[in-house]
């Protein structure tokens, strides 16, 4: 059975620091990502990550800020989030493919029960 089991969310104000993670199970994935999904809003790309870690891909809302990164022998995928703001408030995602990175959402196969991140003013 494939899983992506998401950890790491909470509540942290303004300027502060999370670090997500995100196990996988069942099968390994050439693509990993990071989307989120704030109330009353639709899913969005936060950011992307190849097999080898030699391709990434940020938002433009959330490069400099945030790092994605992927441990293969752990089949774990990790998003360290720095300066977060009251606007990356959302349910974050993540989600498996095959082939090579895609920003969209539609193109991901397998997908997380997401994890809650509020930011505080």
């Known amino acids: 059975q494939v899983q992506l089991v998401e950890s790491g969310g909470g509540l942290v104000q303004a300027g502060g620091s999370l670090r997500l993670s995100c196990a996988a199970s069942g099968r390994t994935f050439s693509s990993l990502g990071w989307f989120r999904q704030a109330p009353g809003k639709e899913r969005e790309f936060v950011a992307v990550?190849?097999?080898?870690?030699?391709?990434?891909f940020y938002a433009d809302s959330v490069k400099g800020r945030f790092t994605i990164s992927r441990d293969n022998a752990k089949n774990t995928l990790y998003l360290q989030m720095n300066s977060l703001k009251p606007e990356d408030t959302a349910i974050y995602y993540c989600a498996g493919r095959s082939g090579a990175p895609r920003v969209g959402p539609h193109d991901y196969d397998y997908w997380g029960q997401g994890t809650q991140v509020t930011v505080s003013s």
């Open positions: 990550i190849s097999w080898s870690g030699s391709s990434t």
